[in-house]
């Protein structure tokens, strides 16, 4: 018999999925288009009830959101510049109306190669925290998706925050998306990009590219290049040049895997001006 449970705690969520198999079922915008018309096989566990997992909280450490919170929640909430990315990310994710309901760790664990908060929150230094009846565990982003709808969730577990470091949450970031029209695209490639800048220079430098390996990637040779430079004139031919061994595009009905690799280092350009307030034509006049 297939079972339906909506808890109304955390703990008896977790003592429920110590039972045994459930699919957890939050916003529902992947849930049921992924189900389509098959007939239920899976004991199905709705956590829309959980009401302490959405939010965005601040402790002395970190910035946590909680699983259930929506994007809108997270656009609507005043935080750092450092967050701009995520923001502007949250914004591509469907339609207003799935902004309203879908959550940020169902985006995560969905695991799609082209999932819109991955980049922004991988620049951010994000974790993830998982509950299970037994324990506690934080897993940095990167370790967290493993692949194609594949994530390091063991048997038991279940997503109940994302968790944004301090110091990650400093300098300004933004956020750009390549896809075959405007609104309401799946991405052909997409680059997320958080610089601190001291005195003109670019201190620190985070760029994530998503849509163009199996899971998105921090582009550690881009960072590299980044970083000592003056922010006015010099950052897109230093991404231009920079290696980008991390990316492997697929070719698909989107794209090809060169176009990606092309389309790819162009917009991560574009992200890394954006991030300190100047445009690509902004950049050639300064040199």
Known sequence: MIRYAKPTSVDEALALLGEGAWR???????????????????????????????????????FVIGARTTWTDLIRRPLPAAFDALKQAAREVGSAQIQNVASVAGNLCNASPAADGVPALLVLDAEVELRSVAAIRH?????????????????????????VPKPAAMGTSAFVKLGARRYLVISIAMV???????????????????????????????????????VDGGLADAVLAA????????????????????????????AVLAAVGRTPGEEVAAA
Not at 145 to 151: C, E, K, P, V
Not at 248 to 269: K, N
């Open 139 to 163: 897993l940095p982003m990167h370790d967290f998706i493993l692949g194609n709808r594949r994530t390091a969730l063991l048997p038991g577990e279940m997503v109940t925050a994302i968790r």
């Open 243 to 270: 290696p980008m061994s991390e990316l492997s595009p697929i070719a698909d009905v989107r794209g090809s895997a060169e176009y990606r690799l092309d389309a790819v280092r162009e917009i991560v350009a574009r």
């Open 192 to 230: 997320a990009a958080r610089l601190v800048v001291d005195n003109g220079t670019v201190r620190q430098a985070a760029v994530a590219a998503g849509s163009c390996s199996v899971v998105a990637r921090r582009l550690a040779g881009v960072e590299a290049a980044l970083r000592g430079l003056p």
């Open 24 to 62: 957890i079922l939050a916003g529902g915008t992947d849930f049921y288009p992924a189900q389509g018309s098959k007939p239920f096989r899976d004991n199905v566990l709705d956590i829309n009830g959980l009401a302490s997992l959405r939010g965005i909280a601040e402790t002395d450490d970190h």
